[in-house]
């Protein structure tokens, strides 16, 4: 990976580099990062801050190469074989895009200019923290320890986010469809999370209370897009 920094640093290729700003603008990486398994979760908050320090160049060239390594990943089978279910580690899988949900609407207020959908999205950080502190008490009454981390694709498309806007800049129908997009993967996650025939009564109930208000919150997202159009 040093080799990938050294060389880019100052003589980056035009062709990556073109062909990274194309897939910026057209945003192909949401789309490989959509088929990146749970599994993959845990990536280092160390190797996410250097990236926010590299140059835009760098930012450029190296989200490039890191969307054909998170397209490798996303195509290989797991050799491990399925998890088998159990309320523990539904809790803990469920969480990690929950916690994704808090980062994506921080980030979301961070960039916003404008003054009502910021206060919007600071809404939606309170709710997912509430989400998360409720998913994290159940989680201990079935002996599990508490989950704060995110999933390794929602590291990556925020990564990727922000090199996008170093690229294109940002504005308010970017964040919308980034927050539409985040949400997309939470219903996914609360999906699959209320497949699992092993959850008790209120765990279940907790986790279809959250998912209804996701769903409430995706269909207003989506009603705030139509309106940027």
Not at 8 to 30: C, E, K, M, V
């Amino acid at each position: 990976m040093a080799q990938h920094t050294s060389s880019t640093t100052s003589q980056p290729d035009n062709g990556l580099l073109d062909q990274a700003q194309n897939w910026f603008r057209q945003g192909n990486l949401g789309q490989t990062l959509g088929q990146v398994p749970s599994s993959l979760k845990n990536v280092s908050t160390k190797g996410v801050a250097s990236f926010n320090k590299l140059s835009t160049t760098q930012k450029v060239v190296g989200g490039a190469l890191l969307a054909l390594g998170v397209g490798y990943l996303a195509t290989r089978k797991s050799s491990s074989g399925p998890k088998k279910a159990d309320p523990a580690t539904t809790l803990q899988e469920l969480l990690l895009f929950v916690n994704d949900r808090i980062a994506g609407y921080e980030r979301a207020v961070a960039e916003s200019q404008d003054a009502e959908l910021r206060g919007y999205y600071k809404q939606l950080v309170s709710q997912s923290q509430q989400f998360a502190n409720d998913l994290n008490a159940h989680l201990a009454r079935v002996g599990g320890q508490r989950e704060d981390e995110t999933t390794l694709k929602g590291k990556v498309y925020r990564a990727w986010m922000d090199a996008k806007a170093a690229v294109t800049g940002s504005d308010e129908k970017a964040i919308l469809g980034s927050n539409v997009y985040g949400e997309e993967w939470a219903l996914k996650a609360y999906e699959d999370a209320l497949r699992d025939q092993t959850l008790n009564s209120p765990v279940r109930q907790a986790i279809q209370r959250q998912y209804f208000l996701s769903q409430k919150t995706y269909k207003h997202l989506k009603s705030l897009e139509k309106k940027q159009q």
